[in-house]
């Protein structure tokens, strides 16, 4: 079964930074598209960043310029590098994988991150 454990949330001031990482596991992780969502208190769950295969990257608007998602195919690691915080970037914070051939979409378990002073 495919796992995606994620890691790297915390508590962090507004205009501070922090990257999470998601690794995955019993996949051929190269032929996964990967991507992270977030959700907040209350809020339903929001798509924030995507990468590709290839390495096509592509944001939601409220982050770009401020996160940038990563990927290392030999470490079957994806990163979202988040810098310039805000507390609206407040939420859970989940991984996801999807087959590029098949479509099967997983999930990981999710990391907190809450910005506050």
């Known amino acids: 079964q495919v796992q995606l454990v994620e890691s790297g949330g915390g508590l962090v001031q507004p205009g501070g930074s922090l990257r999470l990482s998601c690794a995955a596991s019993?996949?051929?992780?190269?032929?996964?598209?990967m991507g992270w969502y977030r959700q907040a208190p209350g809020k339903q769950r929001e798509w924030v960043a995507a990468i590709t295969r290839g390495g096509s990257t592509n944001y939601v608007d409220s982050v770009k310029g401020r996160f940038t998602i990563t990927r290392d195919n030999a470490k079957n690691t994806v990163y979202l590098q988040m810098n310039s915080l805000k507390p609206e970037d407040t939420a859970v914070y989940y991984c996801d994988a999807t087959n590029d051939y098949t479509k099967n979409h997983y999930w990981g378990q999710g990391t907190q991150v809450t910005v506050s002073s």
């Open positions: 019993r996949i051929i992780f190269s032929i996964y598209a």
